[in-house]
């Protein structure tokens, strides 16, 4: 069965300050996809980024990056330099690659607090 | 940029009432799905859509609640008979090809 794992529940830090948001997934295939979303207060959801599983290169984009390691099962992602608008609940998501619906499973979240 | 809109925004109903949460995917997407959050929790899978039929749902999804395309535009979500627990922001979604899912804005439903 899939599971995706976000074990910080909160974390607050002040602005500059780089945070790295954890994700640990289990699943039994081997074509998988990882996704990152963030839910700012407003309440939507917002797509990040998106991982195949043969595709384990670590991703930059701007102050984000992404850590993806197949041997701990682990997809983290890193805000460097952070700022309060990056303020958000993060959510970690798992996709496996069936013929069909290939559902998003979610993690319970991740809430960045960003104090000035 | 094209973008999934969801209407209403928020909906406020009488517990045992149906509703019905519309939703406009993109227009050349052809997956579509619906998640729910409640309040404070994780996102979860309810459905998944495709080629008229539904192609897979989770163990909430159960007789109350029904989807729909019922024109070349719209997708519904319809609860017969809305019970508290119901009270979620529900998540429309829909995808070209199976992967990169685009979320709308969002329906809150609370069930009072």
């Known amino acids: 069965a899939q599971k995706v794992t976000q074990a910080q529940t909160e974390i607050s830090v002040v602005e500059k300050e780089d945070v790295t948001l954890d994700c640990v997934y289990e699943t039994r295939d081997t074509t998988y996809y990882l996704f990152w979303y963030k839910q700012p207060p407003s309440g939507e959801l917002v797509f990040l980024i998106r991982r195949n599983s043969f595709d384990e290169q670590n991703e930059i984009s701007g102050r984000y990056s992404w850590n993806f390691q197949k041997s701990t099962s682990s997809f983290n992602f890193t805000i460097t330099a952070s700022q309060v608008v990056d303020s958000a609940v993060y959510f970690c998501?798992?996709?496996?690659?069936?013929?069909?619906?290939?559902?998003?499973?979610f993690g319970k979240g991740t809430k960045l607090t960003v104090n000035p | 940029e094209p973008e999934v809109t969801q209407t209403p925004s928020h909906q406020v109903t009488q517990m045992g009432q149906e509703v019905i949460l519309r939703c406009v995917p993109i227009?050349?997407?052809?997956?579509f799905y619906w998640y729910r959050q409640i309040l404070g929790q994780k996102v979860e899978f309810l459905v998944s859509f495709y080629n008229n039929e539904i192609s897979e749902k989770s163990e909430i999804f159960d007789d109350q609640f029904s989807v729909e395309r019922p024109d070349g535009s719209n997708f519904t979500l319809k609860i017969r008979s809305t019970k508290l627990e119901d009270s979620a922001m529900y998540f429309c979604?829909?995808?070209?090809?199976?992967?990169?899912?685009?979320f709308g804005p969002g329906t809150r439903l609370t069930v009072l």
């Open positions: 227009s050349n997407h052809l997956y």
């Open positions: 979604a829909s995808t070209p090809d199976w992967n990169e899912q685009f």
């Open positions: 998501a798992l996709s496996e690659a069936r013929g069909g619906s290939e559902k998003l499973v």
